[in-house]
């Protein structure tokens, strides 16, 4: 082999792959036996994913939310939770006023059959992301 082609053998062997990017799947099977149908011959399973847990049911996220809270109309009541719970009724005007709410927001939905989903590759193409689910307009 001369110089030539040895060194563009050399070049050819160092080649990197091309990176694919963020692709779209269709769910055919939810979790936890999750099955995600990339293009028309690949079908990933929960082996091949990496799963972000804000898709997954039961996923719990802590929060808090600062902001002010009102009394829509005339009447009603407000429940203040102190040290013991105490309720007031409001009779004449709006009530308005500073909170905090604080607390465990739990999803109670996941994925399902025929959801597209945003998918990432590794580089070696086995293993996926699944970042987030797609919604196309």
């Known amino acids: 082999m001369d110089g ?3 060194l563009a053998k050399l070049f ?8 694919m ?6 769910v055919i099977s939810p979790p936890p036996n999750i099955q ?10 929960k082996d091949n994913l990496v799963i972000a847990a804000h898709v997954l049911y039961e996923y719990s996220r802590e ?6 809270i009102s009394t829509t109309d005339e009447s009603g009541s ?3 939770k102190l040290s013991t719970p105490q309720t007031y009724t409001v009779v004449t ?6 909170t905090t709410i604080t607390g465990t927001m739990t999803y109670t939905d996941t994925l399902k059959k025929g959801d597209k989903v945003i998918l990432i590759p590794a580089t070696n ?4 992301f699944l970042v987030d689910k797609a919604v196309v307009l």
Do not use: H, S
Request: charged share 30%; proline share 2%; glycine share 10%.
């Open 125 to 128: 193409e086995q293993l996926y």
């Open 93 to 98: 005007g709006k009530e308005n006023a500073k």
């Open 4 to 6: 030539v082609t040895e």
């Open 36 to 45: 995600v149908k990339l293009g028309e011959k690949i079908i990933l399973t």
């Open 78 to 80: 407000i429940t203040l």
């Open 12 to 19: 050819k062997d160092r080649e990197n792959k091309i990176y």
């Open 21 to 26: 990017g963020p692709q779209v799947g269709e």
């Open 63 to 68: 929060i808090n939310i600062n902001g002010n």
